[in-house]
Nanobody, 125 residues
Framework: QVQLVESGGGLVQAGGSLRLSCAAS????????MGWFRQGPGKEREFVAA????????SYADSVKGRFTVSRDNAKNTVDLQMNSLKPEDTAVYYC??????????????????WGQGTQVTVSS
């Protein structure tokens, strides 16, 4: 079992920044890759970013590349998502997720085994 708790969401103006954090517990943190996903109103959940077990590899959705940065601290069992130059279309509930099975990082929602409860990010124009 893995427990994930997100924090750091909120309301920000377009062009602003937010930093999301996800705290993990329950299993050895370095044994699973981590991902960030989001779900906007009336939309399906979509991939945002992922980071490998060691933190040495990352992947981003094209829509956030160059604006968002994913990082992890394996000593603190946390994974962060730094979001800069936010746009109204970034408005969504953001979820962190743990993938305990894949050998490489993946954008597939179905590959992730554990999910946090989500944190709301709202970007006003």
């Amino acid at each position: 079992q893995v427990q994930l708790v997100e924090s750091g969401g909120g309301l920000v103006q377009a062009g602003g920044s937010l930093r999301l954090s996800c705290a993990a517990s329950g299993r050895t943190f370095t044994r699973y890759a981590m991902g960030w996903f989001r779900q906007g109103p009336g939309k399906e959940r979509e991939f945002v970013a992922a980071i490998s077990r060691s933190g040495g590899a990352t992947s981003y959705a094209d829509s956030v590349k160059g604006r968002f940065t994913v990082s992890r601290d394996n000593a603190k069992n946390t994974v962060d998502l730094q979001m800069n130059s936010l746009k109204p279309e970034d408005t969504a509930v953001y979820y962190c997720a743990a993938d305990i099975r894949s050998l490489t990082i993946t954008p597939r929602v179905s590959a992730y085994d554990y999910w946090g409860q989500g944190t709301q990010v709202t970007v006003s124009s």
